[in-house]
């Protein structure tokens, strides 16, 4: 597994956030820090398709990513957590995480998911283990049909975070997925992103590097326009 990223460079209007920056991102955890408005999100969006560089080459297992677009990105193993979360508010958790997961996409997909939870076998080992899960720990009561129009902000991330970590994506980018939620949860996102990324690309951008530093692989540092590895 590698994410390659040669000379990538992105303008807005005369503007630049990234200057001619290169990587090369293997399994594991990665994260990146730096002030607000130093390209973090910009970075993202540019390798998971959603704006367009105006210079340089993303590879993903060799294969250019360049030019294409979100959904061929995603069919690609990439699943990308916007910092605002783009969820539906008239649709539940559960809807939500059967979009992000083909385990639990069943061909009678339904928005009223009662029905089939009791039905759905990989629903129900689901639910069983949603107990324990962020949704849990970020204070949804009712997990599985609850609509998102009812999440604060931080819920949402949470939901957001399980869409991820449930999804068979092998490339993982979460944009400030800790914003809004309290320290329990981001303990317990931190020990989900721990056991996954032994199998997984997990890129995490955050304003500073907080108590991370057993999880995270590699930190990197997003000084204007650059970026450095600074472990
Ligand atoms: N669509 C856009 N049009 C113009 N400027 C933008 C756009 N998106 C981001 N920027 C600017 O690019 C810089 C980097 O933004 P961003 O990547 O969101 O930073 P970060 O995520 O690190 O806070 C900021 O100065 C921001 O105002
Ligand atoms: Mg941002």
Redesign the pocket.
Same mark, same amino acid.
């Given at each position: 597994m590698l994410l390659k990223i040669a000379d990538a460079t992105k303008k807005? *209007?005369t503007?630049c956030?990234l200057d001619g920056i290169s990587l090369s991102i293997k399994a594991g955890a990665h994260l990146f820090v730096?002030?607000? *408005?130093?390209?973090?999100?910009?970075?993202f969006?540019c390798i998971a398709g959603f704006?367009k560089l105006d210079g340089g080459q993303i590879t993903i297992d060799g294969k250019t990513i360049v030019g294409l677009l979100p959904y061929q990105i995603s069919r690609l193993g990439l699943i990308f957590n916007t910092?605002q979360p783009l969820l539906v508010d008239d649709l539940t958790v559960i809807n939500h995480l059967q979009l992000t997961s083909s385990k639990l996409r069943s061909r009678n997909w339904d928005a009223n998911c009662d029905v089939e939870v009791g039905r759905d076998r990989s629903l129900q080992e689901f639910r069983h283990d949603m107990e324990i899960s962020v949704l849990k720990m970020a204070s949804i009561s009712e997990p599985l049909t609850e609509k998102l129009g009812n999440l604060s902000f931080g819920q949402k991330k949470a939901v957001q975070f399980a869409c991820a970590i449930r999804s068979q994506a092998r490339y993982l980018l979460l944009?400030e997925p800790f914003a809004g939620v309290d320290k329990n949860v981001r303990d317990l996102m931190l020990g989900y992103i721990r056991e996954e990324k032994q199998n997984r690309t997990i890129m995490v951008?955050e304003h500073r590097e907080k108590d991370n530093s057993k999880v995270f692989d590699e930190v990197y540092e997003?000084p204007l326009k650059n970026i450095v590895k600074i472990r």
């Open positions: 807005f *209007g503007f956030v730096g002030d607000n *408005g130093c390209g973090k999100s910009t970075l969006k704006i910092q944009d951008c997003m």
